[in-house]
C-alpha cells in the first residue's frame, strides 16, 4: 500500500441503497474506494424496503423472489482492498454444484449475514378455472403435471427444455455479465441468438413447443416478474426458466429486509457509509477545468451531487441508483447530456406498474390451498397483456402473484395470523388513470376475488391490516419516471446495446446501476449490474 501521506482513497458517492447501490458498494469499497451512499427513504432497500406496522406486521415492499444464492455468497464473502476482478464469474462448483431442495441454502458467508432457505414450489401457478400447477423446477414433478393437465405437449416441453437450455448457457453463463457499451459488441452475438430462436417473442418462443394455452402461459409468465410482457420480450429470456431450475428458489428468514440488512452490515464492515434522509437533488456536472458546463459538448465531468437544502457533496464519481429516466431527467444538467437528452429518455418504453396491496389476517385454524409464492391468473392472458402494455387501461378482470411468507415464516405476522400481498400489474402513470379514485376500487375487486374463489375463504372478515401502493407511491416515493416498477421494458429495442448503459456517456465518472440499466431488472440481475459497474469504473481508474 502507497504511504499514507502521499494516498488519498477515492471517494464515491451512491445514490439510493437499493440491492443495486448496496452491491456495488460492497464491491467499491474491496476494490479500495471511499463509498458513501445517500438513501432519501429513512431505512435501506429502496425498492427493497421493508415495513414494520405497529399492530405487528413485517411487509416486504418489493422483491420477493430470491435466487442464484452464488451471487449473494459472492458479496458476503469480499474483503476491503483486496479486488475481485481476477475472481471467475461462474465457478465450477456453482455450476455442477447439487440444487439444495431442503435446509438451509447459501453458503457459509451468507449464512454470518443472513439465514436462506429454499422454497418448494418456486410457485403454484393457478388458473381461472381452479385447476393449478406447481412450478419447481424437478423434470420428473414437470412431465408428471404436464401428462395429467396436456399429455399432448409432452414431447414439446422436452425439446423446449433443452432449447431453453442453450439459451440459459449463451445468454447467461457466456454473456451475462458483458457490458455492451458499442454496437460492435452486440452484433458479434447477434448470429448466436439468431441461431438459438432468441430474438422472437417469449410468447411466440413458447408456442412453438406448446398447444396448451395453460402451459404458455406457465412457460411465458416469469417475465412480468421484471416488467417484461411475454408477448413482447425477446425469447432470450427463456433463460429465467433454467436460471430458477439451476438454482432454485430462496427466502431469507425475516423476510427479503433480512437480506438487505446483512448487506448493509457487510457494507458497514468494509468501511462505507450510508446516510438516510439525504435525497439528491442534482448530480453536478462541469468541464475539466471545474467551470459551469453550458452546452452539450466538449468534456463535461461528474463532481458530486447537492442534496435538497443546498448543501454540495463532493465526489470523485458518482453512481446513481436511482430510475434511469430521472437521473438524467431530473439530477444531470440539460447543458450536460447530449445522448441522454430529454427526447431520447422521454422516447423509451417504460415498463408496467403495479397495484400491491399489504394486508394481514387472521388463521381460522384451516388449511389454505396456496403456497408461498401463488401466481393467480385471470380468465384472458394475451388480451389482458395488451391491455396493460399496449392500450394501457384497466381491464375487466386481472391477474396477481400472491405472496404468503408467514406460510414458511411465522414471525413476519402477530400469532396466530399471516402476512401477505398481492401484486396486480397495471398500466403505469402514463395512463392517465386516477389512482385515487381507481385504487380503492381496484383493491375492493382483488380481495372479493380472493374470499369468493375460496382462495382465502372469508377473508374481509378476517382481516387485521390492510394498506396498498399504487403507480403514485413508485412515481412519488420511489421517483420512478410515469411511476414504471421496473425501468425501461426489456424489449429487443430495449436490450443489450441499446439498454441504457452502466458507464454515462454523457458525463465522465457518472455510472449507473440497477434494473434501469444493463443487463436489466430482477435482483440477480441488479446484482449482476453491480459487478459489471464495478468493472467499468476499475477500469477508468487504472485498476484493471
Same mark, same amino acid.
Given at each position: 500500500?502507497?504511504?499514507?501521506?502521499?494516498?488519498?482513497?477515492?471517494?464515491?458517492?451512491?445514490?439510493?441503497?437499493?440491492?443495486?447501490?448496496?452491491?456495488?458498494g460492497i464491491r467499491l469499497q474491496s476494490l479500495g474506494?471511499?463509498?458513501? %451512499?445517500?438513501?432519501?427513504?429513512?431505512?435501506?432497500?429502496?425498492? +427493497?424496503?421493508?415495513?414494520?406496522?405497529?399492530?405487528?406486521?413485517?411487509?416486504?415492499?418489493?422483491?420477493?423472489?430470491?435466487? &442464484?444464492?452464488?451471487?449473494?455468497?459472492?458479496?458476503?464473502?469480499?474483503?476491503?482492498?483486496?479486488?475481485?476482478?481476477?475472481?471467475?464469474?461462474?465457478?465450477?462448483?456453482?455450476?455442477?454444484?447439487?440444487?439444495?431442495? @431442503?435446509?438451509?441454502?447459501?453458503?457459509?458467508?451468507?449464512?454470518?449475514?443472513?439465514?436462506?432457505?429454499?422454497?418448494?414450489?418456486?410457485?403454484? %401457478?393457478?388458473?381461472?378455472?381452479?385447476?393449478?400447477?406447481?412450478?419447481?423446477?424437478?423434470?420428473?414433478?414437470?412431465?408428471?403435471?404436464?401428462?395429467?393437465?396436456? $399429455?399432448?405437449?409432452?414431447? /414439446?416441453?422436452?425439446?423446449?427444455? =433443452?432449447?431453453?437450455?442453450? %439459451?440459459?448457457?449463451?445468454?447467461?453463463?457466456?454473456?451475462?455479465?458483458?457490458?455492451?457499451?458499442?454496437?460492435?459488441?452486440?452484433?458479434?452475438?447477434?448470429?448466436?441468438? !439468431?441461431?438459438?430462436?432468441?430474438?422472437?417473442?417469449?410468447?411466440?418462443?413458447?408456442?412453438?413447443?406448446?398447444?396448451?394455452?395453460?402451459?404458455r402461459q406457465v412457460f411465458s409468465f416469469e417475465t412480468?416478474?421484471?416488467? /417484461?410482457?411475454?408477448?413482447?420480450? *425477446?425469447?432470450?429470456?427463456?433463460?429465467?426458466?433454467?436460471?430458477?431450475?439451476?438454482?432454485?428458489?430462496?427466502?431469507? !428468514?425475516?423476510?427479503?429486509?433480512?437480506?438487505?440488512?446483512?448487506?448493509?452490515?457487510?457494507? @458497514?464492515?468494509?468501511?462505507?457509509?450510508?446516510?438516510?434522509?439525504? @435525497?439528491?437533488?442534482?448530480? !453536478?456536472?462541469?468541464?475539466?477545468?471545474?467551470?459551469?458546463?453550458? #452546452?452539450?459538448?466538449?468534456?463535461? &465531468?461528474?463532481?458530486? &451531487?447537492?442534496?435538497?437544502?443546498?448543501?454540495?457533496?463532493?465526489?470523485?464519481?458518482?453512481?446513481?441508483?436511482?430510475?434511469? +429516466?430521472?437521473?438524467?431527467?431530473?439530477?444531470?444538467?440539460?447543458?450536460?447530456?447530449?445522448?441522454?437528452?430529454?427526447?431520447?429518455?422521454?422516447?423509451?418504453?417504460?415498463?408496467?406498474?403495479?397495484? &400491491?396491496?399489504?394486508?394481514?389476517?387472521?388463521?381460522?385454524?384451516?388449511?389454505?390451498?396456496?403456497?408461498?409464492?401463488?401466481?393467480?391468473?385471470?380468465?384472458?392472458?394475451?388480451?389482458? !397483456?395488451?391491455?396493460?402494455?399496449?392500450?394501457?387501461?384497466?381491464?375487466?378482470?386481472?391477474?396477481?402473484?400472491?405472496?404468503? *411468507?408467514?406460510?414458511?415464516?411465522?414471525?413476519? +405476522?402477530? $400469532?396466530?395470523?399471516?402476512? =401477505?400481498?398481492?401484486?396486480?400489474?397495471?398500466?403505469?402513470?402514463?395512463?392517465?388513470?386516477?389512482?385515487?379514485?381507481?385504487?380503492?376500487?381496484?383493491?375492493?375487486?382483488?380481495?372479493?376475488?380472493?374470499?369468493? #374463489?375460496?382462495?382465502?375463504?372469508?377473508?374481509?372478515?378476517?382481516?387485521?391490516?390492510? @394498506?396498498?401502493?399504487?403507480?403514485?407511491?413508485?412515481?412519488?416515493?420511489?421517483?420512478?419516471?410515469?411511476?414504471?416498477?421496473?425501468?425501461?421494458? *426489456?424489449?429487443? =429495442?430495449?436490450?443489450?446495446?441499446? #439498454?441504457?448503459?452502466?458507464?454515462?456517456?454523457?458525463?465522465?465518472?457518472?455510472?449507473?446501476?440497477?434494473?434501469?440499466?444493463?443487463?436489466?431488472?430482477?435482483? *440477480?440481475?441488479?446484482?449482476?449490474?453491480?459487478?459489471?459497474t464495478a468493472r467499468l469504473i476499475a477500469q477508468d481508474?487504472?485498476?484493471?
Amino acid at each position: 500500500m502507497t504511504d499514507s501521506s502521499l494516498y488519498r482513497r477515492k471517494q464515491a458517492l451512491i445514490i439510493g441503497s437499493g440491492f443495486g447501490g448496496l452491491s456495488l458498494g460492497i464491491r467499491l469499497q474491496s476494490l479500495g474506494f471511499d463509498t458513501t %451512499i445517500l438513501e432519501k427513504l429513512d431505512g435501506p432497500g429502496g425498492r +427493497a424496503y421493508q415495513k414494520r406496522t405497529p399492530d405487528g406486521y413485517v411487509f416486504d415492499m418489493g422483491p420477493t423472489v430470491i435466487t &442464484v444464492p452464488h451471487f449473494i455468497e459472492e458479496l458476503f464473502a469480499l474483503q476491503r482492498d483486496e479486488s475481485f476482478l481476477d475472481q471467475p464469474d461462474f465457478p465450477p462448483a456453482v455450476l455442477t454444484g447439487e440444487r439444495v431442495r @431442503e435446509g438451509e441454502s447459501g453458503g457459509p458467508r451468507t449464512r454470518d449475514y443472513v439465514r436462506l432457505v429454499p422454497i418448494l414450489p418456486f410457485y403454484r %401457478i393457478i388458473f381461472d378455472d381452479g385447476t393449478f400447477f406447481d412450478y419447481d423446477g424437478d423434470p420428473e414433478s414437470t412431465r408428471r403435471q404436464i401428462a395429467a393437465l396436456a $399429455p399432448e405437449d409432452l414431447a /414439446g416441453y422436452e425439446r423446449f427444455h =433443452a432449447d431453453a437450455e442453450a %439459451i440459459f448457457r449463451r445468454g447467461f453463463l457466456e454473456l451475462g455479465y458483458t457490458h455492451f457499451g458499442d454496437l460492435g459488441t452486440m452484433l458479434r452475438v447477434v448470429p448466436d441468438l !439468431l441461431r438459438l430462436d432468441a430474438v422472437r417473442t417469449l410468447f411466440s418462443f413458447t408456442s412453438r413447443y406448446f398447444q396448451s394455452p395453460k402451459l404458455r402461459q406457465v412457460f411465458s409468465f416469469e417475465t412480468l416478474l421484471i416488467g /417484461g410482457n411475454p408477448l413482447s420480450v *425477446p425469447a432470450i429470456y427463456a433463460m429465467i426458466h433454467f436460471v430458477e431450475k439451476t438454482w432454485g428458489i430462496h427466502y431469507a !428468514l425475516g423476510g427479503t429486509g433480512a437480506l438487505v440488512r446483512g448487506l448493509v452490515r457487510k457494507f @458497514e464492515e468494509l468501511g462505507g457509509r450510508i446516510e438516510y434522509g439525504a @435525497e439528491v437533488e442534482e448530480i !453536478l456536472v462541469t468541464d475539466e477545468w471545474g467551470k459551469p458546463v453550458r #452546452r452539450p459538448f466538449g468534456p463535461r &465531468v461528474a463532481r458530486g &451531487v447537492r442534496l435538497k437544502g443546498g448543501e454540495k457533496r463532493p465526489a470523485d464519481l458518482v453512481i446513481s441508483n436511482g430510475d434511469w +429516466a430521472n437521473t438524467y431527467l431530473k439530477r444531470v444538467p440539460r447543458t450536460a447530456r447530449l445522448v441522454n437528452s430529454d427526447w431520447r429518455v422521454k422516447a423509451a418504453r417504460q415498463s408496467m406498474s403495479l397495484l &400491491v396491496i399489504y394486508f394481514g389476517f387472521r388463521d381460522d385454524g384451516r388449511a389454505l390451498n396456496l403456497r408461498h409464492h401463488n401466481i393467480i391468473l385471470g380468465p384472458r392472458y394475451e388480451e389482458l !397483456l395488451r391491455e396493460i402494455f399496449g392500450r394501457k387501461v384497466l381491464g375487466a378482470d386481472f391477474s396477481q402473484y400472491l405472496h404468503i *411468507p408467514t406460510l414458511t415464516d411465522p414471525s413476519l +405476522a402477530p $400469532p396466530g395470523h399471516h402476512a =401477505a400481498y398481492t401484486l396486480i400489474p397495471v398500466p403505469h402513470g402514463g395512463s392517465g388513470i386516477n389512482w385515487g379514485v381507481e385504487g380503492p376500487r381496484l383493491v375492493e375487486r382483488v380481495l372479493a376475488f380472493l374470499e369468493e #374463489r375460496g382462495h382465502i375463504p372469508r377473508l374481509r372478515e378476517r382481516l387485521t391490516h390492510l @394498506e396498498y401502493v399504487t403507480p403514485d407511491y413508485f412515481a412519488g416515493t420511489l421517483d420512478s419516471y410515469l411511476g414504471n416498477a421496473f425501468g425501461p421494458e *426489456p424489449t429487443l =429495442a430495449q436490450s443489450a446495446y441499446l #439498454r441504457p448503459h452502466n458507464r454515462s456517456e454523457d458525463v465522465r465518472h457518472l455510472y449507473l446501476v440497477g434494473a434501469g440499466v444493463q443487463p436489466g431488472a430482477g435482483t *440477480p440481475s441488479v446484482m449482476m449490474s453491480a459487478k459489471m459497474t464495478a468493472r467499468l469504473i476499475a477500469q477508468d481508474f487504472g485498476l484493471a
